[in-house]
């Protein structure tokens, strides 16, 4: 259990190392994270949107189960509030309940998750965090190889719409997303609801696409000379749509 403190700027003495400074590193089993303040942690870092307020990863081969982030407030961090990554195994019972997300470079990113729970989230995002170099996408809510994960009843705030680079309110699809469900949320993207069947995702044309939550979206960059042109690609198969 980590519960009640208080985790600011760490990795501020670390500007020349990669990837330091996450504020809570969870490589174990049956984790409890509750009621901390999570803020600013991995701003001087030489790739500070990889370094999250609280990031689950099974670096030494422990297994990753049971893991709830409940009531905690993030704020500011270089990467996400909350990170669940892992490129091969996939991670299940993860809980992330009643935290309150401000203006982190992404609310909260789930990488081969399932038989999991997204609820009650309060995710803002009205300015990003200052890193060098930027982030080249950000999000509320970053999903690939999700399995049986439930998206409810979280509140969620975007209105940041920069040019460049493209801006994601979700990116929830890059990979086969299967029964990845939503319900009961309430989306405010750019100043417009948005509901649980569409996303809405801003290019640097300044203009907007809003495509179905539960179905894979993909990004294809074009340049033309030092121009880059984003557009989107879709492809929705029948085995990717949520019931």
């Not at 690939?144 to 209105?159: F, H, I, M």
């Amino acid at each position: 259990t980590i519960y009640g403190n208080n985790i600011h700027n760490n990795g501020d003495s670390c500007t020349l190392s990669i990837i330091c400074g996450q504020g809570i590193l969870v490589d174990a089993p049956h984790v409890y994270i509750g009621k901390n303040t999570i803020s600013a942690n991995g701003l001087l870092n030489t790739e500070a949107y990889d370094v999250h307020a609280v990031y689950v990863s099974d670096y030494y081969q422990r297994g990753i189960v049971d893991v709830t982030i409940a009531d905690n407030t993030m704020v500011g961090n270089g990467g996400a509030a909350v990170q669940v990554y892992d490129s091969t195994v996939t991670y299940k019972d993860i809980n992330i309940l009643n935290n309150v997300m401000t203006n982190n470079t992404f609310g909260v990113i789930l990488v081969n998750v399932a038989n999991s729970l997204v609820s009650g989230n309060t995710i803002s995002m009205t300015s990003l965090p200052s890193i060098s170099p930027a982030a080249t996408v950000n999000s509320m809510l970053y999903m690939e190889l999700c399995g049986n994960v439930e998206v409810r009843q979280n509140t969620g705030t975007y209105t940041i719409g920069t040019t460049t680079p493209p801006d994601y309110a979700f990116y929830t699809g890059g990979e086969n997303n299967v029964s990845v469900n939503f319900s009961g949320n309430t989306w405010t993207v750019m100043g417009s609801g948005v509901t649980d069947a569409t996303e809405t995702t801003q290019f640097n044309s300044g203009t907007t696409g809003t495509y179905p939550l539960n179905q894979i979206y993909y990004q294809q960059i074009e340049t033309n000379g030092s121009t880059q042109y984003q557009r989107p690609v879709l492809n929705f198969p029948s085995w990717l749509v949520a019931t």
